[in-house]
């Protein structure tokens, strides 16, 4: 694995002060974590920080959003990107959860504060609060109009909300254990969760009903993704015919990051398992890059790249982040 650098959280506002510093550090496997300082000597006269580094470490370019650092001795570097704008009235404490609508005027956003919000994504200004969900808000996300949300709780509900006026216009049972993770076919008419309890479901929005359980791996699932097949993929055949409610499913993987370690692919019309993989610790997200390759996430650090293709071809792209990887939130 290669080194990485960190970099204090607020570099971006303590080097814009006169002698102001943030601690940097380089860590390679195997080695002592090699610790340094990056210190403001001034601003240019376009308002760019002037900013020196510790011995070990040499700072590149420097403009008013970004810093380019490296480490010689291990021959890595890292661009610093400074944020754009912090919204830090939303939410009071951590933030499980967040999605952007499709024309990217809206943003909505679950807390452990209990909370779930739509915002002006411009500048932060809450526009509507959700309230329904009993317990902690595991997932939200919009469909893809933007005017309409979806979300999953620890209550083993699902529910549609109007982003307009915040109504809860559908309210889905029959989970057994709380949701944590959706995903939406296509344009909406159907939707997929998943849960504690191990299973997965189609959910139609019409009829506010569900089509049935994708699959029952006895294991709590997640995450879950849904993505288009490639076409060299044999997909199963479904035992008998689709209800005319479900919409478009032909085609497309269903994949379940799986607490078991397992990772599963399974045919989203035909129930049918495409492959299954066991990594070194429990999936906790899975997302498709295209047709043929997706990417997962372990509880440990790793992240898997897959070749749908050739499912004997997984390629291990992160190792494990050691200590201080952020921990993910209690299922319990």
């Not at 070194?280 to 997200?285: K, R, V």
Request: net charge neutral.
């Amino acid at each position: 694995m290669a080194a990485a650098l960190r970099i204090q959280s607020d570099w971006s506002r303590t080097l814009r002060r006169e002698e102001g510093e943030a601690w940097v550090s380089c860590r390679s496997p195997g080695k002592p974590t090699l610790y340094g300082s990056l210190t403001c000597r001034g601003l240019s006269p376009e308002g760019t920080p002037e900013i020196s580094a510790s011995e070990g470490f040499l700072v590149g370019e420097v403009t008013k959003k970004s810093i380019l650092l490296s480490c010689p001795h291990e021959n890595v570097s890292t661009k610093f990107l400074a944020p754009y704008t912090t919204f830090s009235r939303i939410h009071q404490k951590s933030i499980t959860c967040l999605d952007i609508s499709s024309g990217g005027g809206l943003g909505v956003s679950a807390s452990t504060d209990g909370t779930m919000k739509i915002w002006q994504a411009a500048n932060g200004e809450i526009r509507r609060l959700l309230e329904g969900h009993v317990s902690d808000v595991n997932c939200c996300r919009f469909f893809p109009s933007g005017l309409v949300v979806l979300s999953g709780g620890m209550d083993a509900q699902l529910k549609i909300w109007s982003a307009e006026d915040a109504s809860c216009v559908v309210t889905f049972k029959g989970h057994k254990g709380g949701i944590l993770d959706t995903a939406i076919v296509d344009r909406g008419r159907n939707v997929l969760s998943c849960s504690r309890d191990g299973t997965a479901c189609l959910w139609d929005c019409g009829k506010s009903s569900c089509l049935g359980i994708i699959t029952d791996c006895g294991s709590p699932i997640n995450g879950i993704a849904v993505g288009t097949a490639d076409n060299s993929l044999n997909l199963g055949t479904p035992e008998k015919a689709p209800s005319e409610r479900e919409v478009g499913t032909e085609g497309k993987i269903l994949l379940l990051a799986r607490e078991d370690r397992k990772l599963q692919g399974v045919g989203l019309q035909s129930r049918q398992p495409i492959f299954l993989f066991t990594g070194s610790d429990a999936f906790n997200c899975c997302t498709f890059l295209s047709s043929s390759y997706l990417l997962a996430g372990t509880q440990d650090g790793n992240i898997y790249q897959l070749d749908v293709r050739n499912t004997k071809g997984w390629n291990l792209l992160c190792c494990p982040a050691g200590p201080g990887s952020r921990p993910r939130p209690d299922r319990t």
